[in-house]
């Protein structure tokens, strides 16, 4: 079995993949993680996995930890603004390690704000990496996921709390997914042959809406929620704050809505379901996992 490489295994979205690997019968000792911190990796190192350090900032670390991969799966890092000099520096590792192989978690089509036509920006280092993959040459694939459903957590456990759904977006159709759909995706494109130079929109092949959500919250928790719907910013500011959010949820929560109202969300696919070979998980079993891990 040829060698994996998983970066970024010490988040949320890289733990999956190597659990969906591991789940579909790759070996432990053909599996190697790349991660900065690797105490944290400490439990895959003892299932026999490769634990490597590498840190996107330093090329070496890189490099070295994708020497002898035959395919490397770059998680896109977390921080915004330095993404463009990380991940040509992870790419161009890639290239002097011999890495025949290489899927990047990039970003839905759907960033392009469809009122304005203008590309979100968040949407600009995604498009920045997979040009640098697409001209070196190594064989790759794309996996542009729609944003992650685990999002919308922090307003249902808070609706809950108080009993009332605050929206501002109406009835946006939104199409998005859970993380382990999108990281067992991802796992299905470093070990099955099919996915060589394919570019993928990862999101749900149907589109759901707010009411949708209020609806389905309200019959996994037994609770009857007020939904309101047409909510101005400021009010869903103030109100979260009351309600004891700190103003960086409730500040992401708005960007979260008015990303949401331009459309952005609104892009749905078949490739995700096409990719799985089954369904994505439904809107009722996000709400039973978000209420879980809430
Ligand atoms: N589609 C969406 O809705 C959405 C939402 C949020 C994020 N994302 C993207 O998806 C990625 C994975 O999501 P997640 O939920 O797993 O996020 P996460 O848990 O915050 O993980 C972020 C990962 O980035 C890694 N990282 C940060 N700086 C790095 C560096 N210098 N070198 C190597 N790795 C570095 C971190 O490594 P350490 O473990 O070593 O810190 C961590 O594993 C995020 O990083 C972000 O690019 C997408």
Redo the contacts with the bound molecule.
């Keep these: 079995m040829p060698t994996i490489t998983v970066?970024?295994?010490?988040?949320?979205?890289?733990?999956l993949v190597v659990q969906h690997l591991l789940q579909k019968g790759v070996n432990p000792a053909d599996l190697r993680v790349?991660?900065?911190?690797m105490s944290?990796a400490a439990d895959l190192h003892a299932q026999g996995i490769d634990v490597r350090h590498?840190?996107?900032?330093d090329f070496a670390s890189?490099r070295d930890a994708f020497s002898g991969s035959d395919s490397v799966l770059i998680?896109?890092?977390?921080?915004?603004g330095s993404?463009i000099e990380?991940h040509l520096r992870a790419v161009r590792a890639a290239k002097e390690a011999g890495v025949k192989h290489l899927a990047y978690?990039s970003?839905v089509k759907a960033v392009i704000n469809q009122q304005t036509n203008a590309e979100a920006p968040l949407a600009v280092e995604h498009r920045a990496t997979e040009k640098a993959i697409f001209e070196s040459g190594i064989t790759y694939t794309i996996l542009r996921?729609?944003?992650?459903a685990e999002?919308l957590v922090t307003p249902v456990v808070q609706a809950l709390a108080s009993g009332v759904y605050m929206s501002s977006i109406g009835d946006t159709p939104l199409g998005?997914a859970v993380?382990t759909d999108y990281a067992e995706a991802a796992a299905l494109v470093l070990t099955q042959p099919g996915h060589e130079n394919q570019v993928y929109e990862l999101t749900t092949p149907k589109a759901w809406t707010v009411s949708d959500l209020v609806q389905v919250v309200q019959k996994v928790s037994g609770k009857i929620l007020d939904y309101q719907q047409q909510v101005s910013d400021t009010d869903m500011i103030s109100a979260m704050r009351a309600a004891g959010a700190s103003e960086s949820d409730a500040q992401m929560a708005v960007g979260m809505n008015q990303m949401i109202r331009s459309g952005m969300l609104s892009l749905v696919a078949p490739d995700l379901e096409q990719v799985l070979g089954h369904a994505v998980t439904s809107l009722e079993d996000q709400v039973r996992s978000m209420l879980k891990t809430g």
Excluded at 7 to 15: E, Q, V
Excluded at 75 to 80: A, C, G, L, N, Q
């Design positions: 970066t970024g295994a010490n988040g949320h979205l890289g733990r790349s991660v900065r911190d944290k590498g840190d996107f900032d890189i998680i896109s890092t977390d921080r915004v993404r990380q978690t970003l996921n729609s944003f992650y999002f998005c993380r």
